[in-house]
Nanobody, 121 residues
Framework: QVHLVESGGGLVQSGGSLRLSCGAS????????MGWFRQAEGPERQLVAQ???????NYGDSVKGRFTISRDEAKRMVFLQMDNLKPDDTAVYYC???????????????WGQGTRVTVSS
């Protein structure tokens, strides 16, 4: 079964930077919008950033100007460059992507297992 694999989380001081990466474990088809969400305390998962297959981006208000999302179509990966990190950015970050796991399958949303980002003050 196809799943998304994330990497790049960790502990960083306030003002520092981290880069998250995410890719599918196997070849996928009809790769659509990819993005990152985060979950701090509580059940709500918050949008961080999304990027469409045409390169249009959408950011959560709290990260605009500090985070940059990008994707590599050839490698079918999505990245999140996080600069000027703040303690409020501390959360588990989840990769999300819309694709077909097999050529004749319909598209569905898939989630990574999450990678923890901790920003110390």
């Amino acid at each position: 079964q196809v799943h998304l694999v994330e990497s790049g989380g960790g502990l960083v001081q306030s003002g520092g930077s981290l880069r998250l990466s995410c890719g599918a474990s196997e070849v996928v088809f009809n790769l659509g919008t990819m993005g990152w969400f985060r979950q701090a305390e509580g059940p709500e998962r918050q949008l961080v950033a999304q990027i469409s297959r045409t390169g249009n981006t959408n950011y959560g208000d709290s990260v605009k100007g500090r985070f940059t999302i990008s994707r590599d179509e050839a490698k079918r990966m999505v990245f999140l460059q996080m600069d000027n990190l703040k303690p409020d950015d501390t959360a588990v970050y989840y990769c999300n992507a819309n694709f077909s796991p097999a050529k004749l399958d319909g598209q569905s949303d898939y989630w990574g297992q999450g990678t923890r980002v901790t920003v110390s003050s």
